[in-house]
């Protein structure tokens, strides 16, 4: 799922080291605004906090927490707590993602790898989230190192073809493209 997330709030529920992992991903995926809502935090939430974009609730969640999440992730050891939090989420209009619970989801997150402005997302549907990591470690092998310098040459030739409509640049751009 590419989402745009930026100024839009996130709230995260749970706070082991999945929890953790989810909130790093939110924030690399780009989200400004994100609430973590758990009684203990893994320590690793420390460092996250001083960024200023995570505000921090150390207690158990309420239904109040749901108020104004555009998207929400919950990562507890609790079946009921999940299931409560999945279904409440997804009534409030939220997007909501119950790890390791498709069932209770509206979206599942894909195993993503990035090199500069690259992405390349992999998902089973759920079926195995393990096969997904294991393809994107095999896709970074193929696609990372240099090929990130590579996408961004592409988008600066991108940008001044669109630009001039040369078909000098035109023909540079392709040619770069067939290099690849």
């Known amino acids: 799922m590419f989402l ?13 080291e999945v929890a953790f992992r989810k909130t790093e991903t939110l924030l690399s995926s780009g989200a400004t605004e994100v609430k973590v809502v758990a009684p203990l935090l893994h320590p690793g939430f420390s460092g996250l906090g001083k960024k200023g974009i995570i505000k921090f609730f150390r207690r158990k969640f309420r239904l109040s927490d749901l108020k104004g999440a555009a998207l929400v992730v919950c990562s507890t050891d609790s079946e009921e707590l999940n299931a409560l939090v999945g279904e409440a989420a997804a009534k409030s209009g939220a997007l909501v993602n ?24 992999v998902s089973t549907g759920g079926a195995s989230p393990a096969l997904a990591k294991k393809i994107r470690v095999q896709l970074g092998r193929t696609y990372g190192g240099a090929f990130g310098k590579k996408v961004e040459a592409l988008r600066r030739l991108r940008i001044k073809m669109l630009a001039s409509k040369s078909s000098s640049d035109k023909k540079a751009y392709f040619k770069l493209l067939r290099k690849i």
Not at 100 to 117: E, K, Q, S
């Open 4 to 16: 745009d997330i930026k100024g839009k709030p996130c709230l995260v529920v749970g706070g082991g």
């Open 98 to 121: 119950v790890v390791d619970r498709p069932a209770l989801c509206n979206f599942i997150v894909p195993a993503v790898f990035r090199n500069g402005a690259l992405t390349i997302a």
